[in-house]
């Protein structure tokens, strides 16, 4: 039962930390604003991932007729989908 819980509590561990994101830093987010208004779109909530992936998503952006949209973009801030929320 031991070994259970242990295991259990390393798998929850490992699991949060690759989930973890971070926020972009003054310049990156000024990049990812530029590129959302290209595109007619505002606001939401950055982030970047941490994995060495290089993406930044933008969470309940607003776009045309007010719907919410999530953003993914690429290292170099190119849109790369936008799924409605």
Request: aromatic share 8%; with cysteine.
């Amino acid at each position: 039962m031991k070994r259970l819980i242990a295991l259990s509590a390393c798998a929850l561990l490992a699991s949060t930390a690759a989930f973890a994101d971070e926020k972009p830093s003054d310049a990156e987010a000024a990049k990812i604003k530029d590129a959302l208004t290209a595109w007619g779109c505002s606001g939401g909530e950055y982030e970047k991932e941490s994995e060495a992936s290089g993406v930044y998503e933008v969470d309940d952006a607003k776009c045309a007729g007010g719907i919410q949209y999530d953003v993914k973009l690429d290292d170099k801030f190119v849109v790369r989908s936008i799924t409605r929320d």
